[in-house]
């Protein structure tokens, strides 16, 4: 009914209409209401990260104020956001490339439109652009003409020689001269006249056969040229169409996003306008008076009450004033003495010297301090980062081959909760693989071969046995743009940050019979695939529907998680997830098996192994026929293999907590 721009509207009407309102409301309706304004600055300032404070003091402010509201009072924090709120700008703000609902902002253009436009371009450009229609520079036939082999003045016998032409009849002269021809004047007339135009002959096929050559070499130069200047122009329509379209879309969304960015921080001030209202209204205050026997009355300072309390003053001689102490607000007191107290003195009364010092603190009493010891906790930390480094450099190599570089970088980190009795356990693991391929030395350019980052968090109550009743959150996606390279001719990115990124939901029953063997079966999961940015990644790859970024699916789910140490240095680990789809079982599945070979070289050097296969039925891939056409698209099976020697480190330690002896 209402659009985002008009909901923020009538929220930010509905809450300065009413602040003046809140605190004469009744218990029940002033909490609720003083609840959904704490969940608008909590939304803004904490919990999304899409949005970010501009000015970082201003979000400690606020987050102050929040734990002031539910846990304790805090005067600086009203004074300072007092401060700020005369000062115009901005609360938080947020990049255009984050905002949710892109599809939906009038004048952005998706991916599916993109490519569709991309079609049009094709086909406007091929029917008005013939290839032979473009000009070759005089250069490139002027070195075509010097590349080409010709037969050279003197050697067009070796064209007859290698059958490319044959002689006629009438130019036929035997190889070896009979007697009777040499005898005879006229036969031997005939053979020298044959024999000049032979020559003659030979010169005209030479002649012809090093123009056809030639021709035919530079027809096939030109049309090679033509091929890539045609295929080049059309390459940078395309992309002068997508660049366009990419900063036209920034400028939409940026549009779009700073409206919304204005109507958020209109909000957000009115919203800290009632909190501090409130705050200040409900901010207490107690004071304590002493006097010099120790005597003590208390008296609480509020606004909006006044409270009295009386203290009798003394001195060292033990004389008394009864003094009246009244509040007027959280921050003032008034003092009075009493009525009907007078003031006489016949005489000076002996004074005696106090040794204020006394009252000072005895610092002695911290002098004894005991030592410290440590206890063991519940948790495990452990890590492994291994970069391996391949390098190859050939220079007038006769054998052959080419230079190249390649990095591969893997980081490993888990945080485990074992309960003492073994009841509960709480695992949680990240890991991190980069790596990174130059073939070729530095005229190639540099290419991914490894990305992943994936983080898991299993929790798990004791049920019977070895069985956990078990829920698991895990997250994967890839951080850098994936190409099908090499990128000049395949421009199109296949992959990127969080385009896509899977996330599994997991509840089911874990089986734990040692620390080095895991099955969990989840009967209830739920898959999602999402594409952040639906302009760069075309959605439709990963089976979600045109006009989305996300699709969710329920399914059955098993992993198996072994880990052996074949000797002291040499270990193997496999990891096996399989989900199947609730909606289409019997085809439908995702197969991930991982297996990693390990050996230890020395303290710092190991060597790894890994072969990785995926077979995933909502990732598609081009099928083509044997004339090169697409046919469509099909799941298929992929697979990985790594071999790398390089530098690791591991931590393995217990979490251990500081107590100190009284």
Known sequence: MFSEKGKIFLFILFLTGFSKLLIAQNSSSEDELLRQ?????????????????????????????????????????????????????????????????????????PYADQQMEVQII?????????????????????????????????????????????????????????????????????????????????????????????????????SVYRAEKYNENLQYRIKRYKDEVKLSNYYTLKAYNDEVVAQVNDSIKAVLNVLMNYADHIDTMNLSLVNLYGESENILLENGAERYTRIWLKNEQNDSLAVMVKNTDKRTVQMLIDDGVTFSRFKEKQTKDFDFESLKPDFNKFNGVGKSYELETPWNIAGDGSIGLTQTYLDNWKKGGKSSLALLMVLKG?????????????????????????????????????????????????????????????????????????????????????????????????????????????????????????????????????????????????????????TDDISYETKYKMFINYKDPLTKFDLNWENNFKMQLNSYIDMRLMFHFIYDDDVKFPVYNADGEKTGDKPKLQVKEFFTIGFSYKINRKVMRTHRIR
């Open 37 to 109: 304004n704490i969940q608008v600055l909590r939304s803004y300032f904490i919990e999304n990260n899409n949005w970010h404070v501009v000015k970082k003091e201003v979000g400690t402010d606020v987050n102050a104020l929040l734990h002031f509201i539910e846990d304790q009072p805090i005067e600086d924090i009203l004074h300072n956001l007092n401060d700020t709120q005369r000062v115009a700008g901005n609360y938080v703000m947020r990049l255009p490339e984050n905002v949710e609902d892109s599809l939906s902002v009038p004048g952005y253009v």
């Open 414 to 566: 888990s945080a485990n909760y074992s309960s003492k009795d073994g009841k509960v356990k709480w695992e949680n693991s990240a890991e991190f693989r980069n790596g990174w391929i130059r073939p070729g030395g530095d005229e190639s350019e540099l290419q991914k071969n490894d990305d992943k980052f994936e983080i898991t968090t299993r929790y798990g109550l004791s049920a019977f046995k070895k069985w956990y009743y078990s829920a698991e959150l895990n997250f994967n996606t890839q951080l850098f743009r994936g190409y099908n390279y090499p990128k000049e001719e395949n421009p199109e990115v296949l992959s990127a940050f969080l385009s896509p990124s899977k996330t599994y939901l997991k509840i089911g029953l874990d089986y734990k019979p040692s620390k080095n063997l895991s099955l969990f079966l989840s009967p209830l999961t739920m898959k999602n695939v999402y594409v952040r940015d639906t302009a760069l990644v075309d959605p439709t790859n990963f089976s979600i529907q045109e006009g989305r970024k996300a699709f969710w699916e329920p399914g059955l789910n098993a992993d198996l998680k072994y880990k052996v140490d074949i």
């Open 122 to 222: 094709e086909s406007e450009y091929r029917a008005s652009v013939k290839p032979e229609d473009i000009a070759v520079p005089p250069a490139i036939i002027r070195e075509a003409e010097k590349e080409v082999k010709q037969v050279p003045e003197g050697e067009g016998m070796t064209l007859f020689a290698d059958s490319v032409y044959t002689f006629p009849d009438e130019l036929y002269i035997p190889e070896v001269i009979p007697d009777s021809v040499l005898n005879s004047p006229d036969l031997f007339n005939d053979l020298v006249r044959r024999d000049s135009l032979r020559r003659e002959y030979i010169e005209q096929k030479r002649v012809f056969y090093n123009d056809s050559v030639k021709a035919d070499y530079i027809s096939k130069i030109v």
